[in-house]
């Protein structure tokens, strides 16, 4: 089993539209869940981190529960320039080790 | 601010040559790692360092040697280049694990080698 779980997609999302994304995890003991972009052929960059209690950066609404392990990715209102593929990242207990585990990444394409 | 580079963009390897990958940050980060990644398998990391000096294994290290002489650079080498390592490889730098929660969590990225190994 995958440490990081995600459905490969695509999702096909007309403009406007609301699409979310899940992520599980298998290791209890991670500690810190993030959520990256990777735009074709390029590098993946943070798009946002993923609190407890939930946490929303404009039209991005991030999710975790910790106690069915997954976290979750709502995109509101997609634009067209919101087509890449979104990796799901989590980190074990702080061992000053940094390592991030990486899903494989749901490929979400908007159009018009 | 030229963040993370890496050289060179595309490689094309025989079986059995060896190479370096180059990698660079001038954001005075400590920490330095790097990834493979390969279709449906996610990023996987390969070696990392929490600063110049130290290195230690990640998830594949087989078939890759690293050293971190400086805070700047990070160089991945192949030792006999084999086809099972092709793939994109990704260098990334963040800040140290003592600097704070929210600061050391983002990592950041170099644009990436396309390897092939033929």
């Known amino acids: 089993r995958k440490e990081v779980e995600q459905d490969p997609g695509p999702f096909n999302v007309p403009e406007g539209a609301t699409v979310a994304f899940n992520c599980t995890y298998s290791n209890s003991a991670s500690q810190s869940f993030f959520w990256y972009r990777q735009d074709c052929r390029k590098e993946p960059k943070l798009l946002m981190s993923?609190?407890?209690s939930g946490n929303e950066d404009g039209r991005f609404t991030a999710q975790l529960n910790r106690a069915s392990q997954y976290i979750s990715l709502l995109i509101r209102d997609s634009k067209l320039s919101d087509s890449a593929t979104y990796l799901c990242v989590v980190n074990l207990k702080d061992t000053g080790r940094r390592a991030l585990t990486f899903g494989s990444g749901t490929r979400l394409q908007v159009q018009p | 601010n030229a963040g993370v580079t890496q050289t060179p963009k595309f490689q094309v390897l025989k079986t059995g040559q060896s190479m370096t990958l180059q990698c660079a940050q001038d954001?005075?980060?400590?920490?330095m790692s790097w990834y493979r990644q390969d279709p449906g398998m996610g990023l996987r990391l390969i070696h990392y360092?929490?600063?110049?000096?130290?290195?230690d294994q990640g998830e594949v290290p087989n078939g890759y040697n690293v050293s971190r002489s400086t805070t700047e650079d990070f160089p991945l080498r192949l030792l006999s280049a084999a086809p099972s390592q092709t793939s994109v490889y990704f260098c990334?730098?963040?800040?140290?694990?003592?600097?704070?929660?929210?600061?050391?969590?983002?990592?950041?990225f170099g644009p990436g080698t396309r390897l092939t190994v033929l």
């Open positions: 954001m005075n980060h400590e920490y």
């Open positions: 360092s929490v600063g110049a000096g130290i290195t």
């Open positions: 990334a730098s963040s800040y140290s694990v003592t600097s704070g929660r929210a600061r050391g969590n983002e990592q950041f």
């Open positions: 993923v609190y407890s």
